[in-house]
């Protein structure tokens, strides 16, 4: 046979079925177009360049393109698994009709050529399309020029093409697989569609088992940075384990239920509960697979969400009053110069002399050790950082009054161990050790201008010698030697914003000082994380896509397959108000199933999620939780919202058509 | 005691384009006795189905009336006939219809789950009925475990588990051997015996001689019947053959 009249027959035949080709086709194109973004990105941004983020853009690009590259390779299995069952009666059909074997492949081959033509050009139609609104809101989100404009490039699209089309290979290889090992009639008929499912007691188990680690492991989780691999494997266990249960586990449950024979033989449970029965088998995996796709996709979704809120409401934190903290300016005329070119005015302003900024220091059984005391760390010392300031700038910043002992020193403690005294290990010039003992008087009063677990407050006529003590060494007790002690100054501008951003830009370029303020904090995290939303959301879409894929071809399925069983239904006497309340029954666990584990897994997750929001500093205040709550809410609410609109088109079917 | 009548009915189909209309009944008359066991014979597409699937209430007439029990169910309510197909009508159709999903049992006994009956009596009456049709040892299995003729049987069983007035058949044994398809034909003769009134649509002569009357449809209309009074089996049979030849020649002659 000629060439030309397989690709004639190939293409009759997608056309035929293009409601079931076309999705398919699209998510391929979109995928195509996804990685074609990342991909460009990557090789065309110059990130090292780039003010802020740089590193972490990069990488998280890299890591984004891989786990797309296997998530698109997941997807095409699975949905051309789907279509495979819907095509395989066909292609039976052509078998017995006369074709042979050799025939069949050649077509199956021609029709994966035209689907992956057509979908490499629908994807590089998306990428023209979509591609420069993609960038721009990646650059959006990343606050800065990525690339200088998009164009094609003719290299990465062959790359790209190159993995789909071995992707497409692979699936060809498969189908050719399944061709050659199925005879002509047991493709016809609905393979085993007709025999009851078993109840595997391995997979029941092993489901509720994995699950029940997986659970456990993410709720015990501590620390994301040392659990990182137990959250992994917790991860894989959930996946595996949601498979197993509703392969296994439903089954069971189902078949317990039928054993409970006043429960069975009951007008609205008999069919029901049977056809559930069946219909979990063929559904199974698709359940699950929507299933693990909803968890990733609250967990993704609200993580890119509570990022997107969550980094203003951290940097408002972190500058609770004052939004400019500068150090190195000790001339007032200077500072007044510099406000006055940007049109600013001060509104108010708090001096802190600083001993020292941050710095490492020991904490040992309740003691405070400075000086020289890096050799002397052990493994159960806490390391935390101190910075130093002196009692009078700090009785300016927080309006108390306090008094110091020449012994004493005020210590404000963020971190979880009490502190009652402090040691000063020095090294005297002969090289020999002696301590000091102070004793340590607790601040009651937070301020929020040095973020160090420790400030050091210490009596102003001491802060010289603090200097030493702080080294461990005497270097300053030449009684010529002085040094006026470094001003750090907390201050808020009256003026616009962009002038207070030019203030900032401006100061920052200056070598001499140095300045932490809210705008360049906020510009800098937002950029960091820009990169993580990008991919977040791009992730995200394709979750919905594929969770929409997999209910569209389900419905279509069902659709199909049940019209004759409810037909027979209708004949025995059901009325078509009865049957669509039965079809309501069953959809209604099989499309809450899903979404309800899905939510299931996600409370369990909640304890790493939160502390991985809490990581950036918006774990507090039940606002995370709020976000994954309204999460799951959104979710159940589509899929309920979906049950209607599916029952409502079945009822439509049902009560239209004839017998 | 008339159980079943059909008065002057007619049945149009009208297709999609509301041009073409197919008159698949035209104006048919019948009546049947209780626990009478008739035939309705008909080459394809003479409107035998039409014909049954009017009485089952799967769809409403165009024209006439039809009643069984006295009762004209052209004029009822889609919810009525439901319940009434539920209660007074047993239906075979020629594919088995069996629903995959349940055991031999549960298909049987899915209608009178379905009217919420006393299971408890019915599971009494299963028995007896098994008994009669041979599926005692049957019941455990899934359609897919049955053979055609098995299939068929527990099909029947279905039909009668609520006692109907009347059992409808849809050429039975139309996909069956003929071996089983002799066995089906024989146990609704004892089926008949035992006072159920049994209308039977088929196109094979064979299985129209099991009936104790054959009504020949003929382009939606009924064109002769035919009794088999005294006669064996195989003189009605060969009755039946008569008729069927001499129609043939009077169609050769038209055309
Ligand atoms: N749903 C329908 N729509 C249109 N025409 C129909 C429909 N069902 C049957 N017919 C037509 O009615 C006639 C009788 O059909 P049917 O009763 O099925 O014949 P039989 O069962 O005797 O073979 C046929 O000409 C058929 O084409
Ligand atoms: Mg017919």
Request: proline content about 2%; glycine content about 6%.
């Amino acid at each position: 046979m000629n060439i030309k009249y397989y690709f004639t027959l190939a293409w009759s035949d997608i056309r035929n079925m293009k409601d079931i080709y076309l999705p398919y086709g699209g998510m391929m194109s979109m995928c195509f177009c996804f990685l074609y973004i990342i991909a460009y990105l990557g090789t065309h941004g110059n990130f090292y360049s780039l003010t802020k983020g740089s590193i972490m853009t990069l990488d998280l690009l890299t890591c984004g393109g891989v786990i797309l590259c296997v998530l698109i390779f997941i997807l095409c299995w699975t949905f051309s698994l789907t279509i495979r069952r819907q095509i395989s009666t066909r292609q039976g059909l052509y078998r017995v009709l006369g074709f042979s074997r050799k025939n069949l492949l050649l077509l199956n081959a021609c029709e994966m050529i035209i689907i992956s033509v057509l979908a490499l050009i629908g994807g590089m139609i998306f990428c023209i399309v979509f591609g420069k609104l993609l960038i721009m809101s990646a650059e959006r989100f990343a606050r800065q020029t990525l690339i200088q404009g998009i164009t094609v490039d003719m290299r990465l699209m062959l790359w790209i093409s190159l993995f789909m089309l071995s992707v497409g290979l692979v699936l060809l290889v498969r189908d050719s697989v399944y061709i050659v090992t199925h005879n002509p009639l047991t493709m016809l008929r609905k393979e085993k569609m007709q025999e009851q499912p078993k109840a595997k007691k391995l997979t029941t188990i092993f489901g509720i088992v994995f699950l029940g680690v997986g659970y456990g492991i993410s709720l015990s989780v501590n620390d994301i940075g040392d659990d990182l691999e137990k959250i992994v494997f917790a991860i894989l266990l959930v996946i595996f384990g949601t498979y197993c249960v509703f392969k296994g586990t439903g089954i069971m449950l189902l078949k317990l239920l039928q054993r409970n024979e006043k429960l069975y033989y009951h007008k609205k449970h008999m069919i029901t509960l049977s056809n559930l029965l069946f219909r979990l088998r063929s559904y199974a995996v698709s359940m699950a697979s929507i299933t693990i796709l909803l968890t990733m996709l609250i967990l993704t979704a609200s993580m890119c969400i509570s990022l997107y809120t969550g980094v203003e409401d951290s940097v408002k934190q972190r500058f609770p009053e004052y939004k400019f903290i500068i150090n190195g300016i000790n001339d007032d005329q200077q500072l007044q110069q510099i406000v006055k070119k940007h049109h600013l005015a001060i509104q108010k302003e708090v001096q802190i002399p600083v001993v020292h900024g941050a710095m490492q220091v020991v904490v040992r059984n309740e003691e405070l050790w400075i000086g020289k005391v890096n050799e002397t760390i052990k493994e159960n010392d806490s390391v935390p950082a101190l910075t130093a300031i002196t009692l009078s700038g700090y009785q300016n910043a927080t309006n108390t009054q306090v008094h110091l002992k020449k012994d004493e020193v005020l210590l404000l403690n963020r971190t979880s161990h009490p502190i009652h005294t402090m040691n000063i290990r020095m090294e005297n010039d002969d090289h020999t050790i002696s301590i000091m003992k102070k004793k340590v008087r607790s601040s009651d009063v937070d301020f929020e201008v040095f973020p160090t677990d420790l400030v050091l407050i210490v009596p102003d006529q001491q802060a010289v010698a603090y200097l030493d003590y702080l080294f461990g060494e005497y270097v300053h007790d030449d009684p010529g030697y002085s040094t006026t002690l470094s001003m750090y100054r907390s201050m808020n501008f009256i003026g616009s914003e962009d002038n207070q951003k030019a203030l900032a830009a401006d100061l920052n370029a200056n070598e001499e000082i140095t300045i932490e303020d809210y705008y360049t904090v906020l510009d800098e995290m937002m950029s960091a994380y820009g990169s993580f939303l990008f991919l977040g959301i791009l992730f995200s879409i394709l979750f919905i896509f594929s969770i929409f894929m997999i209910l569209y071809y389900r419905m279509h399925e069902d659709l199909r397959e049940h019209e004759h069983e409810y037909s027979i239904l209708y004949r025995i006497g059901l009325t078509k108000r009865e049957l669509s309340l039965e079809s309501a029954r069953e959809n209604r666990w099989l499309i809450l199933a899903p979404p309800i584990l899905a939510i299931l897994h996600c409370l369990m997750a909640y304890p790493a999620f939160h502390l991985f929001a809490s990581l950036f500093g918006f774990g507090k205040n039940g606002f995370s939780f709020m976000l994954m709550g309204e999460g799951c809410l959104v979710v159940l609410f589509v899929f309920i919202v979906y049950m209607l609109l599916l029952q409502m088109l079945i009822k439509k079917k049902i009560m239209t058509r004839k017998v | 005691m008339t159980i079943l009548a059909l008065e002057n009915v007619h049945k149009v189909y009208t297709s999609r384009l509301k041009s073409q209309h197919t008159h698949a009944l035209d104006g048919v008359s019948m009546e049947l006795e209780k626990g009478e066991f008739v035939a309705i014979m008909g080459e394809s597409g003479s409107g035998k189905s039409t014909l049954l699937n009017l009485l089952a209430c799967f769809d409403d007439t165009s024209e006439g009336a039809i009643y069984i029990q006295d009762k004209n169910i052209v004029a009822m309510k889609e919810e009525e006939k439901a319940l009434y197909r539920r209660e007074h009508i047993g239906f075979v159709f020629q594919d088995f219809s069996l629903l995959d999903s349940l055991s031999a049992e549960d298909n049987i006994l899915l209608p009178c789950i379905l009217s919420q009956k006393d299971l408890k009596e019915k599971r009494k009456y299963l028995q007896k009925l098994c008994h009669t049709l041979h599926i005692e040892d049957l019941l455990k299995r899934f359609p897919y475990e049955l053979s055609g003729g098995q299939q068929q049987r527990v099909a029947i069983a279905r039909a009668l588990i609520n006692e109907p007035d009347i059992l409808l058949a849809d050429e039975p044994s139309g996909a069956l051997d003929s071996k089983s398809s002799m066995q089906l034909l024989e146990l609704l003769c004892a089926l008949q015996k035992q006072g159920q009134s049994i209308l039977m649509v088929t196109h094979s002569p064979l299985a129209a001689s099991y009936a104790q009357r054959v009504a020949f449809l003929k382009d939606g209309k009924i064109i002769q019947e035919i009794y088999s009074g005294e006669d064996n089996r195989e003189t009605f049979y060969n009755r039946i053959v008569h008729m069927l030849s001499v129609q043939e020649s009077r169609d050769l002659h038209e055309y």
